[in-house]
């Protein structure tokens, strides 16, 4: 009998449903019947392709036995992380306070008025280095609850006002400046990994933000240290296992130093972020494998991510089943030498597992291995790899798939237009703006739909309950933006505006401080305020960068001031925690460059819009339109004429406009940094 998540659009509550636990979804009514039972709340938090969360849930949730002891003596709340990060936000503050560490499955006891008293993460279902099993923990709180509620209660009371005492320490006056990037900067260096790429040790996540703020630095400053780090990253996460060799696209870390094994999901986020990573490389580098990984990415996100309504799913997962039929870790993606031979014959077979670094011991479990490229083959005929690469992935399509959690997160669909948008527009592929626009069509339709605020998330080109949190909109505002100055529609920055005038009414506190929901959003025992980066842009940073980018375009005072106002924290973190705040440096430097106001009066798609979109300047915004009525537009293009007739070009910044150009090469020389 399928249990109350049955009604719900999120694919890992729907995971959930057939569960012989009585599940509700986070709601006041779940916590109503805490109170009415006198009984305390079991808070489950994952989301839909977390390897441990199945892991718990097939050995606790789908257990008759542990789910009547839950059903008893709790009220069971299930939640999805990307659906509601806000609740995952607070009490992972909470857990981490209580134990030093966090993670996922997040496992947390509250009282009827949502107040946390006892944390973990995973719970096996037998005692186990030294953790107690998952039933030994709920009969230890359930004594608890009955024999000494007291000390529940103060528990609570004192987990509750440690959180509400954590204000956050903002960076005061001032914004970030050139001592403190250097400061930024010269931290990475120490924590720069020389013999890998990438920072600090294992497990390594692909540092996409902070590539970009070092490829910007070194357009601003030509630091060629800052340049050398970004590009010898980019390309050994290329030729690691962490890239997917024969279907593009990155699995979401490595568990080694050297990226050779990946943890296998593959989130829409690290692929757009990183598409457009290595889109900026090539701008900056001309590199030929910048431009394929950047475009192999792209197809990958449309191939495998995109949905029917034309959207982008949020992740594929991790397990699929064997050739056994049981759900293991990355069975979809490696490769034995005899599976190698299976498919490509004895000769073929040898020069693959040379090419792919496929060994008779394996470099992962049971004697596979992840495909890479080790670098050690030699020269190699490229149409033979073209060939093997094709009969393995065709082969490997035959496997069965990894599942997909289909659910649309706004936030990400955002930074997937920027990728797409840009990616389509450097490499001459229409398409790719064409499945941007559609994804950026669907966020305006069903996301903001007849509300005008922004929903979290869709599922089927149906909105879900929950509001958008300041990631959402700073997100959907930057893809909004990168698609205005791709396309040339004005449309796009007037709801970017319309999305950065809900993050100054309902996001923004005092000194600049912004919040991660909105002044009016649902209470929690914390309103949570993160500004660190961490698998994408903290909300607070996505919306500075927004913020920046729309005064540059528009002139606006307010949008500048609240864009200054919010880079106050990285001003405090950049110097001290710089891997954690690289969206925000990058942020930082496009303010120090201007940034850069372009204006191209001429035709979409001509040689001066190309050269804009392809200079270097950090954060330079690009208008483009020809026509009495491009000004109505682009407030950049308001009295911008042609030059003898001529497209034309303007580029300003603080104030000062360089003398308008109709040449190529001489715009090209204005923003190459």
Request: hydrophobic share 40%; glycine share 12%; proline share 6%.
């Amino acid at each position: 009998m399928a249990n109350r998540l049955a009604q719900t659009t999120s694919p890992y509550l729907l995971q959930h449903a057939d569960n012989p636990v009585d599940w509700w979804p986070w709601s006041p009514e779940a916590f109503e019947e805490a109170r009415k039972r006198d009984v305390p709340v079991l808070l489950s938090v994952g989301y839909a392709s977390c390897h441990w969360c199945h892991v718990m849930a097939h050995e606790s949730f789908e257990d008759d036995g542990t789910a009547a002891y839950l059903n008893a003596h709790f009220v069971p709340v299930k939640v999805d992380r990307e659906e509601r990060p806000d609740v995952d936000a607070v009490y992972m503050e909470a857990v981490q306070a209580a134990t030093g560490q966090g993670g996922w499955p997040m496992t947390v006891f509250l009282t009827p008025d949502a107040e946390p008293f006892y944390f973990g993460t995973y719970f096996p279902p037998e005692p186990r280095h030294g953790s107690p099993s998952f039933q030994q923990v709920l009969e230890g709180v359930t004594a608890a609850w009955t024999d000494r509620r007291d000390e529940v209660a103060e528990v609570a009371g004192r987990i509750v006002a440690d959180l509400a005492g954590r204000s956050l320490v903002h960076g005061g006056d001032g914004v970030p400046g050139e001592s403190e990037v250097a400061q930024a900067l010269l931290g990475l260096t120490r924590e720069y990994d020389e013999q890998h790429g990438g920072f600090g040790g294992a497990p390594k996540f692909p540092p996409a933000m902070v590539v970009e703020f070092l490829l910007r630095h070194y357009a601003r400053t030509g630091a060629e240290g800052a340049l050398q780090m970004a590009a010898d990253t980019c390309t050994a996460m290329a030729r690691g296992g962490i890239y997917d060799q024969l279907g593009g696209g990155f699995a979401r870390y490595s568990v080694d130093r050297e990226w050779i094994v990946p943890h296998f999901e593959k989130m829409l986020y690290d692929n757009a972020l990183l598409c457009r990573v290595y889109a900026h490389l090539w701008r900056t580098t001309g590199s030929d494998e910048a431009r394929r990984i950047a475009l192999e990415t792209a197809d990958f996100m449309v191939r495998e991510l995109r949905t029917a309504e034309g959207g982008f799913a949020s992740a594929l997962d991790a397990d699929s089943e064997d050739a056994d039929g049981k759900h293991v870790e990355g069975a979809y993606y490696v490769w034995t030498p005899e599976q190698l031979r299976d498919v490509l014959g004895e000769d073929d077979a040898a020069f693959a597992a040379a090419y792919f670094g496929v060994t008779e011991d394996g470099t992962f479990e049971e004697g596979a291995s992840v495909l890479r490229l080790p670098g050690d083959a030699g020269p190699v005929d490229a149409a033979r790899v073209t060939g093997v690469r094709a009969r393995l992935l065709a082969a490997r399509d035959e496997r069965p798939h990894p599942g997909r959690d289909d659910k649309v997160v706004a936030a990400w669909n955002g930074l997937a237009i920027a990728a797409l948008a840009e990616t389509g527009a450097y490499f001459d592929r229409p398409d790719l703006v064409e499945r941007a626009t559609e994804a950026a069509d669907l966020l305006v339709r069903v996301h903001l739909g007849e509300v005008a605020r922004l929903t979290r998330t869709s599922k089927d080109g149906r909105a879900g309950d929950n509001a958008g949190v300041l990631e959402d909109y700073g997100d959907v505002a930057e893809g909004f933006l990168a698609l205005a100055a791709v396309t040339g529609e004005g449309a796009w920055l007037e709801f970017a505006g319309f999305l950065l005038d809900i993050v100054l009414e309902q996001f923004t506190g005092e000194g600049g401080q912004l919040y991660d929901t909105a002044h009016d959003a649902e209470q929690l025992i914390r309103r949570p305020q993160d500004p660190t980066d961490s698998a994408t842009p903290s909300g607070w940073t996505a919306a500075a960068g927004a913020l920046l980018s729309y005064a540059a375009y528009t002139g606006s005072e307010a949008h500048r001031t609240a864009a200054e106002g919010a880079l106050g924290v990285v001003k405090a973190l950049g110097p001290r925690v710089p891997r954690f705040v690289g969206w925000g440096l990058a942020v930082a430097e496009a303010l120090l460059d201007g940034p850069r106001e372009v204006a191209v009066a001429g035709p979409v798609g001509g040689e001066l819009h190309r050269t804009a979109l392809l200079g270097r300047a950090p954060g330079a915004v690009v208008a483009v339109g020809e026509g009495p009525g491009a000004g109505a537009e682009f407030p950049l293009l308001v009295d911008r004429p042609l030059l003898g007739g001529e497209p034309t070009a303007y580029v300003c910044r603080h104030f000062v406009c360089d003398a308008p150009t109709t040449d190529a090469g001489e715009l090209a020389a204005k923003l190459g940094g």
